[in-house]
Structure formats: structure tokens, C-alpha cells
């Protein structure tokens, strides 16, 4: 018979339980909600609303609501969401969960939306001559290390250019 250690095993938890006894589960709530709003945000306001305006902040209100505060980087855009209000308050309750919204408040905010993720740069191709010339141009460097990374830099620089800009 072979002995075998007896250790423990690790005992695995959600995150949720960790964060509602860090944060409590009101304020864990809270936060949840205002990440699924601003996710779900483009569908709510329209793609172009949604890249002037955010959902910021979800506050209590003495009368057991809550008030969404929504960052405008115009004023027009404030006066929109005054007029999407009621469809906005059954949106945050159809995609986040949000019960009881009572208002929904303005902010002034420059810079404020949510901007769509740009694509990831392409890098184009290098050609050999142009390897050449810079693999000249560095040749003097002594440091061997230092040579190295100042040709990948300026490959990067080249690979990555924007010839229609200049």
C-alpha cells in the first residue's frame, strides 16, 4: 500500500460572493448594472447618441429610486435624452435590470460617449531594400543590443506608417 500525501484541496469560489462581501450587495448590484447599461448602451440610444453620451453613475434617491447620470458632450444631446426618457428607463430595465429608475439626470462631460474599438493596425510589408538601407543606416552603433532594437523600432516605424497622411 502506497501512503499518499493528504493535503488539502483548494476549494474554488465565485467571484461574486468575494466582491458582495468586499463591496456589499447593494453597491455590487449597482455596478453590475451600470456595466451591462454601458454595454448595452449603442442599442438603447442609437450608435450616434452613443458615441456623444454615457451612462456615468446610478445614485440612490431618498425615495427609494434611482437616478441614472448620463455624461452629454453638448447640450443637444442632453435635450435628447430628456426626450428618449421613457424609453430609456424601460431599456436600462429590459437590458441591465435596473427597477425603479426614477430619473435621469445630465452631465456636461467633454469627451464624453463611448467610442467604438478601432480595428487592429495591419502592418504592411517591408521590403528588402528598404531592410537593407536601414540594416546601413544603423551599422555604425557598437552596441550589438542597441543596434538590434533601434532596426525593430524602425521597422515597426516603417511596417506601420501611414504613406496616405504624409
Not at 121 to 130: D, E, G, I, N, Y
Not at 144 to 156: N, Q, V
Request: charged share 30%; with cysteine.
Amino acid at each position: 500500500m502506497s501512503i499518499r500525501n493528504k493535503r488539502s484541496r483548494s476549494s474554488l469560489s465565485d467571484l461574486h460572493s468575494n466582491f458582495s462581501e468586499i463591496l456589499g450587495e447593494d453597491s455590487l448590484n449597482e455596478l453590475i448594472g451600470l456595466a451591462r447599461l454601458r454595454r448595452a448602451w449603442p442599442d438603447i440610444v442609437g450608435p450616434m447618441m452613443a458615441v456623444r453620451t454615457e451612462p456615468v453613475q446610478l445614485e440612490h434617491l431618498s425615495e427609494d429610486g434611482i437616478c441614472l447620470w448620463v455624461a452629454v458632450d453638448h447640450s443637444i444631446m442632453s435635450q435628447q435624452i430628456r426626450f428618449l426618457r421613457d424609453q430609456i428607463r424601460e431599456a436600462c430595465y429590459q437590458h441591465a435590470r435596473i427597477k425603479s429608475l426614477h430619473k435621469i439626470r445630465t452631465r456636461l462631460l467633454p469627451g464624453a460617449g463611448i467610442k467604438p474599438k478601432l480595428p487592429k493596425a495591419k502592418p504592411k510589408r517591408v521590403s528588402f531594400r528598404q531592410k537593407r538601407t536601414l540594416a546601413k543606416d544603423v551599422m555604425s552603433i557598437k552596441d550589438r543590443t542597441l543596434r538590434k532594437a533601434i532596426f525593430k523600432a524602425h521597422m515597426a516605424q516603417i511596417a506601420y506608417s501611414d504613406e496616405e497622411n504624409r
